[in-house]
């Protein structure tokens, strides 16, 4: 394991390149979450930044949803603090996290099917004091929707009758009508098509062009791999690795989710010596570890 040198201010732009420094919009310190004995997260640091798409992966029971929902307002953590635009901060409820400009679509979606897109898109958020303003409604669903270059033949149609590809759009973009500055996606394209999984990280890229920060859970590395500026890898309720676009590789992903290469502890994300694994040392150069071979089809040494 080696110490990867680094920038002293993470630099980004609009669309995630470099570019002039900026402060994170979240930043998360020593968050700890327990549920009775089991103890989901152990001291974990995050910081998200505007314009780019970080992905959270990890095995099932890794702490992704249970750190997204600290986030999201579901959960309070037990330990450590949230900063969010610089200022220290509560997220207490739901509601609290959308005020801020955090917004989550889950895995499941939570929409109506019986209902048209315009009725799901503004569902608790109706525009109209008395009687719905329903032609202000449709027109604002259509430039949301124009705006995520979505193709969606009516906006008076069911949600039933959609593709599944569609139904996430539509989920994503009742998530943008905040202008919020974080957009979690929990597995997007989990029960997706090719056709419709191209769409949606179309969709992924075009929100992180259009400055918003991103974060993606997903078990897909393809999809990871396609879209992600950073990768941060959750095992056992703590960070076990931490990848930029540049270096990331499915072999290193993959022997960090499954603790064959392990993250020294105690180096805070943002610090410049952030630590890191150079695969190209002979210890832990890809397809090796110490003493053995690892092969990410069995997801150990071998």
Request: overall charge negative; aromatic content about 4%; proline content about 6%.
């Amino acid at each position: 394991m080696s110490l990867i040198p680094g920038d002293d201010d993470v630099t980004t732009d609009a669309g995630g390149a470099a570019g002039s420094s900026v402060v994170p919009v979240v930043r998360m310190r020593g968050i700890s979450k327990s549920f009775g004995h089991i103890q989901a997260l152990r001291t974990v640091d995050l910081d998200l930044y505007p314009g780019e798409v970080v992905a959270l992966v990890g095995d099932n029971g890794a702490g992704k949803s249970t750190l997204v929902k600290i986030l999201a307002g579901v959960h309070t953590q037990d330990a450590g603090t949230v900063e969010f635009e610089g200022r220290a901060v509560s997220i207490p409820s739901p509601s609290a996290s959308r005020d801020l400009g955090i917004a989550t679509v889950f895995q499941d979606l939570a929409l109506c099917d019986n209902l048209d897109v315009v009725a799901n898109l503004f569902l608790g958020q109706e525009l109209g004091h008395g009687p719905l303003d329903e032609e202000a409604m449709e027109q604002r669903s259509w430039e949301l929707l124009r705006r995520l270059s979505a193709r969606i033949p009516s906006v008076r149609m069911p949600v039933a009758t959609l593709s599944g590809g569609q139904r996430q759009i539509v989920a994503i973009a009742r998530s943008l009508i905040g202008e919020p500055a974080v957009v979690i996606l929990d597995e997007p394209t989990a029960a997706l098509g090719i056709a419709q999984t191209a769409e949606v990280l179309n969709l992924i890229e075009l929100l992180r062009d259009r400055g918003h920060c991103v974060v993606l859970i997903s078990h897909n590395m393809a999809d990871v791999q396609a879209v992600a500026d950073r990768v941060i890898v959750l095992r056992l309720g703590r960070v076990n690795g931490r990848f930029r676009a540049p270096e990331m590789s499915y072999e290193n992903i993959i022997a960090s989710i499954t603790g064959v290469l392990n993250l020294e502890e105690g180096t805070p994300e943002d610090d410049p010596r952030e630590r890191s694994f150079d695969m190209r040392s002979p210890d832990t150069r890809p397809g090796s570890t110490p003493g053995g071979t690892f092969d990410p089809r069995d997801g150990g040494p071998r």
